[in-house]
């Protein structure tokens, strides 16, 4: 009961209400992960097997500028539009465009 009021007052308090929306604005951003580059399927390298040595999977690798790689193994479907890839260093991403 004494949350709802509270809730109450800061939806009725102009400077307050603005607070609170800045802050849901502020938490919905950095939920969303925006890449710091995109880039094509078309400009990653190969680099090597990773998985099941009797399955193995085609590993993809591009280069941060941090030093890091980004990588993308087979089984990651790219086909259907693109994906964000983490740096493994860094917490950078970038999003890989499909064909
Ligand atoms: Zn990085």
Redesign the pocket.
Known sequence: MRCKTALFQVLNDPILRAAYDQQLALEAAQQHVFPSQTIRFDDMEEAGFTGDPGDPDMLWEYP?????VYLLDDSTDITRGSVLLP??????NIEVSGF
């Open positions: 941060c500028r941090c030093g890091g740096c493994d260093t860094c917490s950078l």
